[in-house]
């Protein structure tokens, strides 16, 4: 009994998550350009459209090219960060870590808002890099956490043995320290990565009137009707992410990553 | 390699990068934002610098205090609701093997993930006269015909919980997945019904991660932007809508400034008080 109450609460809230996405991929499907529920007929036509029509192919391009220019960004910014904080006895530098934990704690709409008002006041408004610095900024959490939890997990013997052996900081970082922090390095790069793929606010605020990326896109679509199309790209976004996820799960330790062990294990 | 502290220009040298950054790009852009909430809007959607209150005191009008008064009100209920569907959810699925574990969490983190948009054309989909769900009822032969259920505030709140539980079950899996199970175990052999070794033993034991993953919910369903214009009506929109709407179409980049710093110190003390609360409980 109790088991079954159980798994029937799993299965309920499973339905809540998965239904809209079901919907939205049967509705991809569908042969005539209207969103019919089950699909009428079967098509792959809409999927095609991302890829062949010249304007949604831009929007996803910009897309892309973002979301792998600022996650990297992101990671130049908190790697060296993290191993100093790691590395060093240095309260001050703690408050680089608050502001680099604050964007994504507050409203996006703030960062956004700050962005705007900073890049026009800079005159560099509208300039595709823009958008690479703000979301590079507003997703720095991310690789941030992943690789202070990383740092912590590392056994401190380990870079003290190299060091006794006459392994400089270097050289310690390179052959030991790296190694060991690589996993995290790609997890963080791969949540920024998806984070930044998602990212409407940030994104329309800065360069949202010069060009579209896709989740702008779909917006400004809305407001003329609703298109399979539309919803071939949801799906194409719901796989993309989740593969993303999966890889992670599949490559690292996602429940340690959630935090399913405290950092001083 | 013990820590020590960083002596010398060559030593600091890693931080200078990350520090400035942070510094220009979040700092600056930050003040520029506060400046700008103080400086005095022109004719034709220009603002100059100033020192003037009249952004701030827009507050008191009613049309403000109605959209403040509704994005706190959804706020909670949003944060509410997905706490009640979030807390024995996390706890089940904390208890579940570890594979199962790791399914559903990369199911949780993907849909946390997606975008706003698409989350709410997913929902005005699933809710549309055409696609949505009225047609299985009607198909069940529960209702006479398929109906629209878009726009309604039933529909921001549902998005908007769809969006928010999957934050909560994050910010709790943490503590639940480390509660010691030998604490129902105890309450089980003294004869409590899971039910009641649940409330009696798992929820005491974590109120300060409830009462902190209430307020970052809330927080969260503040910052909600895209939901309540594409499941809403206009009377349904939220003060992050406004602080957009005000500095992209009614050029009035004064008053959106003046907005989000408001915003920015409600967030800010609810922060705040989560930390304090934290203190208070655990002393």
Known sequence: ?265 | MRREPARGLVQHLPVIFPGLMLTIFFIVPFGTMVAVSFFRRQQGGFYVPDFVLANYARFLTPFFGNVLVFSLYLAIAVAVVSLVIAVPFTYLIARSRRQTQVIWLVALLSILSLSEVIIGFAWSTLLSRTAGITNLLVWLGLMGAPQALVPSFEAVLTGMVYQAMPYAVLVLYPSMVRLDPTLTEAARTLGASPLKAFFTVVLPALRTTLIATLIMAFIFALGSYLLPQILGRPSHWTLSVLITDQALYQSNMPFAAAMAVFLVLVSLALVALTMFAGKKLEA
């Open chain 1, 1 to 265: 009994m109790e088991r079954f109450l159980s798994r029937l609460y799993l299965a309920l809230v499973g339905i809540f998550l998965a239904a809209p996405i079901v919907v939205v991929t049967g509705v991809s499907f569908n042969e005539k350009q209207n969103l019919a529920f089950p699909p009428q007929g079967f098509s792959l036509h809409w999927f095609a459209q991302i890829f062949s029509d010249p304007e949604w192919l831009r929007a996803l391009i910009a897309s892309v090219l973002l979301a792998v220019t600022s996650a990297a960004l992101a990671v130049v910014i908190a790697l060296p960060l993290a191993w100093f904080l790691w590395r060093r006895i240095a309260p001050w530098a703690q408050v680089f870590q608050l502001l680099g934990v604050a964007p994504f704690t507050l409203p996006p709409v703030i960062t956004a808002l700050g962005f705007l008002t900073f890049w026009a006041t800079s005159g560099f408004y509208g300039q595709p890099w823009t958008a690479v610095i703000a979301h590079a900024i507003f997703f720095v959490t991310l690789p941030l956490v992943t690789l202070t939890l990383g740092f912590s997990s590392i056994d401190r013997s380990l870079t003290e043995a190299a060091a006794t052996m006459g392994a400089d900081d270097r050289t310690v970082f390179r052959t030991v320290v790296l190694p060991l922090i690589l996993p995290y390095v790609v997890s963080g790069y791969a949540f920024a990565f998806v984070l930044s793929l998602n990212e409407y606010i940030v994104a329309y605020m800065t360069i949202g009137f010069v060009r579209e990326t896709l989740p702008i896109k779909v917006f400004n679509a809305l407001r003329y009707g609703y298109t399979p199309t539309m919803a071939a790209v949801s799906v194409l976004f719901v796989a993309v992410t989740a593969a993303v996820f999966g890889l992670i799960a599949r490559f690292g330790d996602l429940p340690r990553l959630m935090g399913a062990m405290s950092t001083k294990d």
